[in-house]
């Protein structure tokens, strides 16, 4: 059964609803990706990837890349943009869209198998873990140490807003979170951490925010 947040996802994507699409390849990915200093093949996995076009890039460094996306249109939207023709396949409960290096598997990512998704050897993810809820995160990650090996990397990147008011039900920030969640298999390096004063596109008439764009690399403690 679709979840209410999949069925959201699904309308946002539908209704042209995508501000939170990057419209160029992230910066702080390409300023530090080479530190983590990956050999070319290396397996690179970006679960709900959307049409990022961060993949292309990544494509473009010799990776494999494979990305795990719910929404058709967002699927197909990514190949017609960059003019790739994908050939087709079903993959367990998935549609397997390929094109040279990149694939992405439409679906549900918590429908994921080890089998459908194949050897990773890092993890991408922008905005993904902060993007859902926070009663889904934990399962997020319980979900991800499934399907990827524990000596996996995972280059995380995040955006907090700096000024935020913790609710009640929250007990600390997002950087906290982050050392709950994954401090038990991974250790955490907080690699960089910038600030910005930015107008939110939903409260325009508003004073600038203060917004923190964080970068964490996280190596698997099994493979120390």
């Known amino acids: 059964m679709i979840g209410r947040d999949n069925v959201l996802w699904l309308q946002f994507w539908r209704d042209r ?22 050999a070319k093949g290396s397996r690179v996995f970006v679960p ?13 460094q010799g990776h494999e890349v494979i990305g795990v996306e719910l929404s058709p249109i967002a699927v197909r939207a990514f190949f017609r943009e960059n003019h790739l023709k994908p050939v087709r396949r079903q993959v367990g409960k998935f549609t397997l869209w390929k ?5 992405i598997l439409c679906g549900d990512y918590f429908s994921l198998t080890e089998g459908d998704l194949g050897p990773v050897d890092t993890v991408y993810d922008r905005a993904a873990l902060t993007a859902l809820p926070e009663d889904i995160r934990r399962r997020y990650i319980a979900h991800l140490s499934s399907i990827v090996a ?3 990397k995972v280059f995380l990147l995040t955006t907090e807003d700096a000024e935020e008011k913790q609710s009640p039900s929250q007990a600390f920030g997002v950087a906290e979170e982050i050392k709950t969640l994954y401090s038990e298999t991974y250790e955490i390096d907080l690699a960089h951490v910038e600030s910005a004063f930015e107008i939110n596109p939903e409260l325009p008439d508003k004073p600038p925010e203060r917004i923190e764009y964080k970068v964490y690399r996280l190596s698997g403690k099994a493979a120390g």
Request: proline share 2%.
């Open 17 to 38: 609803r995508t501000d939170f699409h990057q419209q160029t390849v992230n910066r702080l990915l390409t300023k530090f990706w080479p530190s983590l200093d990956l």
């Open 48 to 60: 709900l990837c959307g049409k990022s076009l961060d993949m292309i890039w990544l494509a473009k």
């Open 99 to 103: 094109h040279g290096r990149l694939s």
């Open 150 to 152: 524990e000596t996996a």
